[in-house]
């Protein structure tokens, strides 16, 4: 659909712009997932409106002047013969709406854009507007009407949406929802997805504008729906976290203490109220989602705020009468809730995790990693690691109902390491080790069973030892059936892996065996480079005679020195030799 070439002419005008009308909301959602918004890129999406709106003037010889001069032309309803000149002015819109999103982002840093993002959204509105105009034309049909007015509404609510005016943001939205709601009873199933995707996009911020215009009840709504959707996103999702914070700073103020294992304890610090008051929402939301959707940094956060000089003074104070300060048994409660999340999660992620491995036992599939067994085995030491931290809390030490409670915890989870780490074994064929680990675990499982008593309630959330004992027993006789027929395969002594023994094939002529690495491009033949060998020296030769030997005398064949001086001198020039 990019383009104005790949729109052609099939019969009169008419048709050509109803048929607009049936694709019109999908021209611009297929737009905007190819060229940039599937993953946040307005600017992309932006240029990809700049180049579709030059090929369309283009196509339709409807130029804005030329290189020189600029001259503006409007889209009037008696040259509007072809569906794409309809088409013009819905990607100037989207152009300018683009534009818009795009100063939202860097907006964060820069709030002077924040002008320029308003003057992007009035044009878009202005677009829209002489959109909607035209669409009245008698040559288009009532449900194109309806989606230029649906859109006209959009806009329009996002601009008021940005200038704060409720009453006119909510009026426009709840147009643009109902017109959308009608066409898509309107159209098929299949048809009607976009529609109702636009729908649910526009509730919260028709719940938002709801909330500031007086209904008390909208912050509710609002809550359930970001469960739900696992966040909010575009518009809404800054002024929705920022509300949910300034709603629980305002419910903070009148929160003076927290009760925890029987003992009352006052809070003080504004930061640690206001999450204390954000629990309740993220159980809601560990009920609807897999995995936690509490960040460790807020717990961490909350503990930080406990660190500070005044409080540990008045920790001291209290500690030399022996008992454990408020300010400290505050400290361990944040702490208990810190790792209770990190080991709730990751027994999400072991459950999870422990599906994949049942499914890749049945499926068998290749080409990509599959989980193993010795994932969930990390997994299961971070969680005895932090149930031994829960141990260790300053002032729980003497509490024996959850030191009894933390026992019966660390049971189970050792049990079920022991488990996997048994499963890794029988993947590598050591069975012995295995079996061993099978009867740890049973007895792990026993010791559960048998000390659960009181405790029963608080272990329903842990996995159920009766499964597990129940697997265990049939697994150990799966082990005992593959360890006999291991161990009476003939082909077990003579295979590849037993034979081989490092040494090259010029070493091992005199012995037969089936060596598969011999085809292989590795081959091992010989030693190569061939390592030294002693050899024998070069001799050395010593001659001893010459010490006793005596040479003859040479005095008289050795020629007698010339004499010198001035006589020796004087004959030599006159040529006088003696």
Same mark, same amino acid.
């Given at each position: 659909?990019?383009?104005?070439?790949?729109?052609?002419?099939?019969?009169?005008?008419?048709?050509?712009?109803?048929?607009?009308?049936?694709?019109?909301?999908?021209?611009?959602?297929?737009?905007?997932?190819?060229?940039?918004?599937?993953?946040?890129?307005?600017?992309?999406?932006?240029?990809?409106?700049?180049?579709?709106?030059?090929?369309?003037?283009?196509?339709?010889?409807?130029?804005?002047?030329?290189?020189?001069?600029?001259?503006?032309?409007?889209?009037?309803?008696?040259?509007?013969?072809?569906?794409?000149?309809?088409?013009?002015?819905?990607?100037?819109?989207?152009?300018?709406?683009?534009?818009?999103?795009?100063?939202?982002?860097?907006?964060?840093?820069?709030?002077?854009?924040?002008?320029?993002? #308003?003057?992007?959204?009035?044009?878009?509105?202005?677009? +829209? @507007?002489? =959109? /909607?105009? $035209?669409?009245?034309?008698? &040559?288009?049909?009532?449900?194109?009407?309806?989606?230029?007015?649906?859109?006209?509404?959009?806009?329009?609510?996002?601009?008021?949406?940005?200038?704060?005016?409720?009453?006119?943001?909510?009026?426009?939205?709840?147009?643009?929802?109902?017109?959308?709601?009608?066409?898509?009873?309107?159209?098929?199933?299949?048809?009607?997805?976009?529609?109702?995707?636009?729908?649910?996009?526009?509730?919260?911020?028709?719940?938002?504008?709801?909330?500031?215009?007086?209904?008390?009840?909208?912050?509710?709504?609002?809550?359930?729906?970001? #469960?739900?959707?696992?966040?909010?996103?575009?518009?809404? +999702? @800054?002024? =929705? /976290?920022? $509300?949910?914070?300034?709603? &629980?700073?305002?419910?903070?103020?009148?929160?003076?203490?927290?009760?925890?294992?029987?003992?009352?304890?006052?809070?003080?610090?504004?930061?640690?109220?206001?999450?204390?008051?954000?629990?309740?929402?993220?159980?809601?939301?560990?009920?609807?989602?897999?995995?936690?959707?509490?960040?460790?940094?807020?717990?961490?956060?909350?503990?930080?705020?406990?660190?500070?000089?005044?409080?540990?003074?008045?920790?001291?104070?209290?500690?030399?009468?022996?008992?454990?300060?408020?300010?400290?048994?505050?400290?361990?409660?944040?702490?208990?809730?810190?790792?209770?999340?990190?080991?709730?999660?990751? @027994?999400?992620?072991?459950?999870?995790?422990?599906?994949?491995?049942?499914?890749?036992?049945?499926?068998?599939?290749?080409?990509?990693?599959?989980?193993?067994?010795?994932?969930?085995?990390?997994?299961?030491?971070?969680?005895?690691?932090?149930?031994?931290?829960?141990?260790?809390?300053?002032?729980?030490?003497?509490?024996?109902?959850?030191?009894?409670?933390?026992?019966?915890?660390?049971?189970?989870?050792?049990?079920?390491?022991?488990?996997?780490?048994?499963?890794?074994?029988?993947?590598?064929?050591?069975?012995?080790?295995?079996?061993?680990?099978?009867?740890?675990?049973?007895?792990?499982?026993?010791?559960?069973?048998?000390?659960?008593?009181?405790?029963?309630?608080?272990?329903?959330?842990?996995?159920?030892?009766?499964?597990?004992?129940?697997?265990?027993?049939?697994?150990?006789?799966?082990?005992?059936?593959?360890?006999?027929?291991?161990?009476?395969?003939?082909?077990?002594?003579?295979?590849?892996?037993?034979?081989?023994?490092?040494?090259?094939?010029?070493?091992?002529?005199?012995?037969?065996?089936?060596?598969?690495?011999?085809?292989?491009?590795?081959?091992?033949?010989?030693?190569?480079?061939?390592?030294?060998?002693?050899?024998?020296?070069?001799?050395?030769?010593?001659?001893?005679?010459?010490?006793?030997?005596?040479?003859?005398?040479?005095?008289?064949?050795?020629?007698?020195?010339?004499?010198?001086?001035?006589?020796?001198?004087?004959?030599?020039?006159?040529?006088?030799?003696?």
């Amino acid at each position: 659909m990019s383009g104005g070439g790949g729109v052609r002419s099939s019969g009169g005008s008419h048709g050509l712009v109803r048929w607009l009308r049936a694709i019109k909301l999908s021209i611009v959602k297929e737009s905007q997932q190819q060229h940039g918004l599937r993953h946040g890129d307005f600017q992309r999406y932006r240029g990809y409106c700049s180049r579709r709106l030059r090929r369309l003037r283009k196509t339709l010889n409807f130029k804005m002047g030329n290189r020189h001069k600029f001259t503006g032309k409007k889209v009037t309803e008696e040259i509007l013969s072809d569906n794409r000149y309809l088409l013009l002015i819905l990607m100037d819109a989207e152009r300018a709406w683009s534009y818009a999103m795009q100063l939202k982002q860097e907006a964060n840093t820069e709030p002077r854009k924040r002008f320029h993002l #308003l003057s992007r959204l009035r044009k878009a509105v202005k677009h +829209a @507007e002489e =959109l /909607e105009r $035209l669409c009245e034309s008698n &040559r288009v049909d009532a449900k194109t009407k309806l989606e230029a007015q649906a859109y006209m509404a959009y806009l329009t609510g996002m601009l008021r949406f940005e200038h704060q005016e409720w009453k006119a943001a909510m009026e426009a939205f709840n147009k643009c929802k109902t017109i959308y709601e009608k066409l898509a009873n309107a159209f098929t199933e299949e048809q009607a997805v976009l529609y109702n995707q636009r729908v649910e996009e526009i509730s919260p911020n028709i719940r938002y504008c709801a909330y500031n215009i007086g209904d008390q009840s909208a912050m509710n709504e609002l809550m359930q729906m970001r #469960l739900r959707s696992g966040g909010t996103e575009g518009l809404l +999702a @800054e002024k =929705l /976290e920022a $509300l949910i914070t300034q709603t &629980r700073a305002k419910q903070a103020a009148t929160m003076s203490e927290v009760e925890w294992r029987g003992r009352t304890v006052p809070v003080k610090i504004d930061k640690v109220r206001i999450f204390l008051l954000g629990l309740a929402d993220n159980e809601a939301a560990i009920a609807q989602v897999t995995i936690s959707p509490l960040h460790p940094f807020e717990v961490s956060h909350a503990v930080f705020c406990l660190h500070c000089p005044q409080k540990q003074r008045e920790h001291s104070l209290e500690n030399d009468s022996g008992k454990v300060s408020n300010i400290q048994y505050l400290h361990s409660y944040l702490t208990y809730i810190k790792l209770s999340t990190a080991i709730k999660r990751n @027994e999400s992620m072991a459950k999870s995790l422990q599906k994949a491995l049942l499914q890749q036992q049945r499926s068998d599939e290749d080409g990509k990693r599959s989980p193993r067994p010795q994932d969930l085995i990390r997994l299961y030491d971070i969680i005895l690691q932090n149930l031994v931290e829960l141990t260790q809390l300053p002032g729980l030490e003497e509490d024996k109902n959850f030191q009894k409670e933390i026992g019966l915890k660390t049971l189970v989870y050792k049990a079920y390491r022991c488990f996997f780490i048994a499963q890794s074994y029988v993947l590598v064929k050591k069975w012995s080790e295995a079996l061993v680990l099978y009867e740890r675990v049973l007895k792990y499982a026993r010791e559960v069973q048998s000390g659960a008593g009181a405790h029963r309630n608080s272990l329903k959330e842990l996995p159920d030892v009766q499964d597990l004992i129940t697997q265990v027993n049939a697994e150990k006789y799966s082990l005992q059936a593959a360890a006999i027929l291991d161990a009476n395969d003939p082909h077990e002594t003579e295979s590849p892996s037993q034979v081989k023994d490092g040494k090259p094939l010029s070493e091992r002529f005199e012995t037969f065996c089936l060596d598969p690495s011999l085809v292989s491009k590795q081959v091992s033949l010989v030693h190569f480079p061939p390592g030294f060998q002693p050899i024998p020296c070069k001799p050395l030769f010593f001659d001893l005679a010459l010490n006793h030997v005596a040479f003859p005398p040479l005095e008289d064949k050795v020629e007698q020195k010339a004499k010198s001086g001035l006589t020796g001198y004087i004959k030599g020039i006159f040529g006088f030799k003696s």
